[in-house]
């Protein structure tokens, strides 16, 4: 059972332009999500996060946005960048604050060119 | 600050072999982690630890134990290595749901 999926396992697209990431879940109970990025031979590391009291959070030319009563949410990067390239996981929590919770979604490797 | 440190990077066992992936964390966290990815999946958390002397299962800890002495150091341990083991492990720690990991330890069974 999958609660939380990235059904586009890879995305490519040119240096400057807009790159959109997408991750759906199935668990209404989850109320905190988070992505995280991560370059090969390397452990992931913390992006930017949104509770679902908000349907949107930045940070520089990361935008998360969340649309709950699609269970749907979505990560904007502007200006794309080569340096960008990576796979991103979304993640989904419920309620505690522990990381214990974190449930991941499959990944999707974003390549950008130059 | 080295962070989360794991050891060894890479190995290969054989099925049947034993064998204790190391995980230290020099940032105070009271909570660590263990997670596998396989291939096209995400993370599947293994087992956890709120704090010394402290550990809980996770989704997947069949074929695996922890322990934890001390704040710093999370290792984990096969006992019995099997094909199904063949993955690449990551250490976590953090407080709340933000987790920084570790570079991850390849380990392939044959």
């Known amino acids: 059972d999958q609660q939380v999926k990235q059904n586009s396992p890879s995305l490519s697209v040119q240096e400057g332009r807009i790159s959109i990431l997408n991750c759906d879940y199935t668990?209404?109970?989850?109320?905190?999500f988070l992505w995280y990025k991560k370059y090969p031979a390397e452990g992931p590391t913390f992006l930017i996060s949104i509770s679902s009291i908000k349907d949107k959070n930045e940070d520089g030319r990361f935008t998360v946005f969340l649309n709950k009563s699609a269970k749907h949410l979505s990560l904007h990067i502007v200006p794309s960048q080569p340096g960008d390239s990576a796979v991103y996981f979304c993640?989904?929590?419920?309620?505690?604050?522990?990381?214990?919770?974190?449930?991941f979604g499959e990944g999707t490797q974003l390549t950008v060119n130059p | 600050n080295a962070g989360v440190t794991q050891t060894p990077k890479f190995r290969i066992l054989k099925i049947g072999q034993s064998m204790t992936l190391q995980c230290t964390q020099d940032?105070?966290?009271?909570?660590m982690y263990w997670y596998r990815q396989d291939p096209g999946m995400g993370l599947k958390l293994i087992y956890y630890s709120v704090g010394a002397g402290i550990t809980d299962k996770g989704e997947v800890p069949n074929g695996y134990n922890v322990s934890r002495s001390t704040t710093e150091d999370f290792p984990l341990r096969l006992e019995l290595a099997a094909p199904s083991q063949t993955s690449v492990y990551f250490c976590a720690t953090g407080q709340g749901e933000k987790l920084f990991f570790g570079s991850g330890t390849q380990l392939s069974v044959l």
């Open positions: 668990n209404s109970m989850f109320d905190y």
């Open positions: 940032m105070n966290h009271n909570y």
């Open positions: 993640a989904a929590e419920r309620g505690e604050t522990s990381g214990s919770r974190l449930t």
